[in-house]
């Protein structure tokens, strides 16, 4: 189990670009990544995922604009956003899953403006 602090979230205007950050408080070695997002009134979602071997996956909506990478010698998690669009606006959590865990940061809202 590992503690996930969010940051680099804030106001963007349309277009532009936003690099979200997770610090874990332990090794992500064998961990499997995400970021997920939630809007107002709508249900978290998947928004990109690298497992612990580097493979990834989006969301369609997402695909070619966000950049998720991982650094296990720092703990770390990013996501580097472009093209951003206002329905992109949410909170967006770090996620760690490994053997039965389960962690989430608090989140990081970001928020685009048209």
């Known amino acids: 189990q590992v503690q996930l602090v969010e940051s680099g979230g804030g106001l963007v205007q349309a277009g532009g670009s936003l690099r979200l950050s997770c610090a874990a408080s332990?090794?992500?070695?064998?961990?499997?990544m995400g970021w997920y997002r939630q809007a107002p009134g709508k249900q978290r979602e998947l928004v990109a995922a690298?497992?612990?071997?580097?493979?990834?996956n989006y969301a369609d909506s997402v695909k070619g604009r966000f950049t998720i990478s991982r650094d296990n010698a720092k703990n770390t998690l990013d996501l580097q956003m472009n093209s951003l669009k206002p329905e992109d606006t949410a909170v967006y959590y770090c996620?760690?899953?490994?053997?039965?865990?389960?962690?989430w940061g608090q989140g990081t809202q970001v928020t685009v403006s048209s």
């Open positions: 332990g090794s992500i070695f064998r961990h499997n």
């Open positions: 996620n760690s899953k490994t053997l039965g865990f389960d962690d």
């Open positions: 690298i497992t612990s071997g580097g493979s990834t």
